[in-house]
């Protein structure tokens, strides 16, 4: 689960990580009333959307404190849609803007902790570049990139933090702050069970103040029971409206942008699913995982959400039975198919317990589908449907 810049920054405050003054406002006279609250002769307007590079797409304006410049900044951006290289072309609605006060920057820094799934560790992850997009660092100047891997029963050492200070050239007052900023961001990684915690940039300011002028958090959604203080941050509408809808039913859906939806139980067979399709010449239009323990209401949803994507002119359902018997998937299919009326082109693999008996239940169910032995042989029917289909448009 992402949340928005000034909810991390609450939370990074929540942590003792130094973060500017600031509010969230959203509409152009709340801006002004807001900014009116800060001391600082220039104010910074921030859109607020689960997107990197807004700055680039036009999101972020440094202006003057005056109640005219907040005005016309917040016009701008509230109700822009936000394009960037995150969002996809079609970008995202803009709600809700974060004023805060302006920062005599003197250098810009980058701070982050993920999970490093090779050494099963958490990797505190620092750079002299900070406020670029961090890839592009890691790809075009790795040298400049520090990573410090976390033993999980040691926690984050003395000894890594001053590394850290080090290698970003600190001084001893400015590495005094960061060591306290390090360690607040590390104990809120683990506490908060966060996947990613991100500060680009941290700055360092004239008078050697240490600030995370930015925040990026995700946190793990399995572990959001947990914490249902994370959970009310939760702006559903930064979220696909499909994906949001999936979730209700505990399906695990990503939208894509193919043509061929794909119904699978088990993350690695969704994975080979959507690979397959990729090689025979199309694409998927999601990622679906129905479980190992679908029932027959969670299978007529995952229909209605797929029938629902406008893009999708064929249905791969790819399924291993295991704890999900291909005999009760394939009832299943074939109530929800009937139950919704289902007119698009079926293309079915069964594999696994049951699975005569789950070929029997389709054979007699009339509806419109085709049976694949082998992933290959039923990847190349999933083309072939689409190619009736291009023909018959």
Not at 136 to 158: C, D, F, M, R, W
């Amino acid at each position: 689960m992402k949340i928005h810049e000034y909810q991390a920054k609450s939370i990074f405050a929540q942590y003792g990580i130094a973060v500017p003054n600031g509010f969230v406002a959203t509409t152009s006279s709340g801006a002004v009333e807001v900014a009116a609250k800060l001391s600082t002769p220039k104010v910074v307007v921030k859109a607020q959307i689960h997107a990197g590079g807004r700055g680039k797409g036009g999101g972020v304006k440094v202006v003057d404190n005056n109640a005219q410049a907040v005005e016309t900044a917040a016009n701008a951006i509230l109700g822009m849609q936000l394009v960037t290289h995150q969002t996809g072309p079609e970008g995202q609605k803009v709600k809700t803007v974060l004023v805060e006060e302006g920062s005599n920057i003197v250098r810009e820094l980058y701070l982050a902790i993920v999970m490093d799934r090779d050494t099963s560790r958490p990797v505190l992850m620092a750079s002299t570049e900070g406020g670029m997009d961090i890839e592009k660092v890691a790809e075009e100047t790795p040298e400049k990139l520090l990573k410090i891997y976390i033993h999980p029963s040691l926690g984050l050492q003395a000894f890594q933090t001053r590394q850290v200070c080090y290698g970003l050239g600190l001084n001893p007052t400015q590495a005094k702050q960061a060591t306290q900023l390090m360690q607040g961001l590390y104990k809120m990684f683990i506490e908060k069970d966060c996947s990613l915690v991100e500060i680009n940039p941290m700055i360092i300011t004239a008078d050697d103040a240490v600030f995370a002028l930015d925040g990026k958090v995700n946190f793990d959604s399995n572990a959001l029971y947990r914490h249902p203080e994370l959970v009310a941050m939760r702006d559903t509408d930064e979220e696909d409206p499909l994906e949001v809808e999936a979730s209700k039913f505990n399906l695990n859906y990503i939208k894509l942008d193919g043509e061929v939806a794909c119904m699978v139980n088990g993350a690695g067979l969704a994975m080979a699913t959507m690979d397959i399709v990729k090689l025979y010449g199309s694409a998927p239009a999601n990622f679906l995982d129905v479980g190992g323990s679908a029932t027959d209401e969670a299978l007529e949803n995952a229909f209605r959400i797929i029938m629902s994507d406008k893009s999708v002119k064929v249905v791969f359902i790819n399924i291993f039975g295991g704890i999900l018997r291909c005999d009760k998937l394939a009832s299943g299919v074939v109530k929800a198919a009937k139950a919704l009326d289902m007119k698009l082109p079926i293309v079915i693999r069964m594999k696994g317990t049951n699975v005569d008996l789950g070929k029997q239940i389709l054979a007699e169910s009339g509806l419109r589908y085709e049976v694949g032995e082998t992933l290959e042989e039923a990847a190349s029917k999933v083309v072939a449907c689409l190619n009736k289909t291009a023909v018959a448009v």
